[in-house]
Each structure stands twice: as structure tokens, then as C-alpha cells.
């Protein structure tokens, strides 16, 4: 007889099925009209209905099942009785039946802390700028992202009415990443994605030493990791402290799967223990391939500028 799945593999299971439904609700927000934004910090750091619904969402359902987890989420919401409509309880099957790599299989539910961004590249989303938008839910153990989930709610909103609208990607480091077809960009390109939101001098001093074939400027970490994965660009470059733990986690974990690699601007590893700060304070750089091809151009002022 099989045994039973272990803690990680079951948390993802249900991670995955959250990350659906969270979809859903993103795009219900939007059928409705009312987005509800609100500014946080600046005209650019925006929230809206959807990442408050989709956080209780994912947060309250994650506590239920799995009670002893750390949960570190975005958005600072007040505690409030949940609508049973934003509970998920569900696994997703094909996850359940397989394998968990043999050095996570002993891991307890209080040893996991889970990263969740509920809306990903949030800007973009008011502007209708959708195929940016992502859910993320990154899951570390001993500060390193092992599994996460991606859910791209308008995954093929462009390609007509009879499409299946959104798609939800999953990776687990010594399982490997599914989802979505992995391809590389063409041998010898250079092309970089970078912040459609929040450029700076030092942005643009970091993209200019690498020589870049084309830049991207688009929203959200998810989305960008996506667009490696999929061989539209070679690099995501972010020389500036702007994005933050639960924007990289999942997303690393989906790159590293797959051979890539997601540092900060340094070439240090990120950290994702439940004390660390929040802020990458040394920014990104994250690759599928080539990554020291990358990482050799960074000027040391840029360095300087961004201390971790």
C-alpha cells in the first residue's frame, strides 16, 4: 500500500487548489467593476478589493488545514469573521500522488513558513495590463524556498472568447516544475526584463553594462520569472530594494527547479525564515541560464549602492 502524503506534498496539493481559487476571485473583481483601490505608501503602491479578498482567501484557508504554519502575507488586514465563499478546501490530486523528495519528507507543519502575495503586480492590474498579474505562494523550510505555486488568473485573455482563461503553475526543488512549456531564448540573445513601475538611475546603470539585445518593462516578479521560463527573456534585472520576500519566493522555487538561478544583485541567496526582513534590500538578479554572464557585468557602484 502507497503511504500516505507527506506534510509539503499535502500543502501543496491544497496550495494549488487556494491559488485557483484565488484566480477566480481576481477575476470576478474585475467582472464586477469596483476595484476598491486604495493607495498605500505611493501613487504606484496601490491595493485593491482583489488582493484584500484574495489574501483572506489563501491566509484563511492555508490556517484551517494546516494550523500550525507560519503564513507571512502582503497585505496588513484587520482580523474579521471569514466569508465561508473564500474558503478552499480542496488538494489537487495529481500533486497527492507524487513522490516528495526524500530530504523533505520528515518536515513538520511548524517548520514551514509561507510567503503570499495575493496580487502580484497590483498597478497593472488597474490598468488592464492583466496578462502581468500573478498569485504567489512561495513555501521555505530552514530559510529556503523549496515549493511554490504561481496562478496566472488571465493566462490566455488575449487569445479569444472560447479560451481557458488562467493557469496555475507548481514546482517542488528535487521534484522539478510543471505547468508550462520550458523553453530557452535563442542562443547568443540578450534580453532583459525589468521594472515597468519603479526605474531608477541605478536600474538603468545595471541594464546599460550588460548590453542588452531588448529590454522588457513589465509588472510583477511571478510574471517576470514566467517570461524566463518561457524563453522571452534571459535575465531579470532589479538593482533597486523595491520587491519583497513574497514577491520572489514562489517564483525562485519554479526557476530553481528548473536549473535557473535567483540571487540579489551580489549573487547572495535570498532568505526566508519567518524573522527576516521583508524588503530585498539588495534587489534581484535571476536567470535561467547564463547567469554569470549576468552577474560579471553589475557594476561595483551599483553594488555599493545596495547594501543587503
Not at 480542496?90 to 523528495?101: M, S
Not at 540573445?189 to 536600474?203: E, F, M, P, Y
Not at 546603470?205 to 524563453?231: F, H, S
Amino acid at each position: 500500500m502507497a503511504s500516505s502524503p507527506t506534510v509539503l506534498m499535502r500543502l501543496v496539493a491544497s496550495a494549488y487548489s487556494i491559488a485557483q481559487k484565488a484566480g477566480t476571485i481576481v477575476r470576478r473583481v474585475i467582472a464586477e467593476g469596483d476595484l476598491g483601490i486604495i493607495e498605500k505608501t505611493c501613487a504606484t503602491d496601490l491595493q485593491t478589493k482583489a488582493d484584500r479578498l484574495v489574501q483572506v482567501s489563501i491566509c484563511s484557508s492555508l490556517a484551517r488545514k494546516f494550523p500550525k504554519l507560519t503564513i507571512i502575507g502582503e497585505e496588513d488586514l484587520p482580523p474579521e469573521d471569514v466569508d465561508q465563499e473564500l474558503i478552499e478546501d480542496g488538494q489537487w490530486e495529481e500533486i497527492l500522488k507524487q513522490p516528495c523528495p526524500s530530504q523533505y519528507s520528515a518536515i513538520k507543519e511548524e517548520d514551514l513558513v509561507v510567503w503570499v502575495d495575493p496580487l502580484d503586480g497590483t498597478k497593472e492590474y488597474t490598468e488592464g495590463l492583466l496578462d502581468n498579474v500573478t498569485v504567489l505562494i512561495g513555501i521555505a523550510y530552514e530559510g529556503k524556498a523549496i515549493a511554490g505555486v504561481i496562478n496566472q488568473p488571465y493566462y490566455n485573455y488575449q487569445a479569444g472568447p472560447d479560451a481557458v482563461l488562467g493557469r496555475t503553475i507548481w514546482g517542488v526543488l528535487g521534484l522539478g516544475a510543471f505547468g508550462f512549456q520550458l523553453k530557452e531564448v535563442p542562443a547568443g540573445k540578450h534580453i532583459i526584463t525589468t521594472t515597468r513601475s519603479h526605474n531608477s538611475q541605478l536600474v538603468t546603470d545595471c541594464i546599460t553594462a550588460m548590453n542588452p539585445d531588448d529590454v522588457l518593462r513589465v509588472g510583477g516578479a511571478g510574471n517576470k520569472i514566467i517570461q524566463l521560463i518561457e524563453g522571452k527573456a534571459s535575465a531579470y534585472v532589479f538593482a533597486s530594494p523595491g520587491c519583497k520576500k513574497w514577491d520572489t519566493c514562489a517564483p525562485e522555487v519554479i526557476l530553481h527547479a528548473v536549473g535557473g538561478k535567483l540571487t540579489d544583485i551580489h549573487g547572495n541567496a535570498l532568505q526566508y525564515n519567518k524573522e527576516v526582513k521583508h524588503m530585498n534590500s539588495a534587489g534581484v538578479l535571476a536567470t535561467l541560464r547564463n547567469y554569470d554572464y549576468y552577474a560579471s557585468r553589475v557594476p561595483q557602484s551599483v553594488k555599493n549602492a545596495l547594501v543587503p
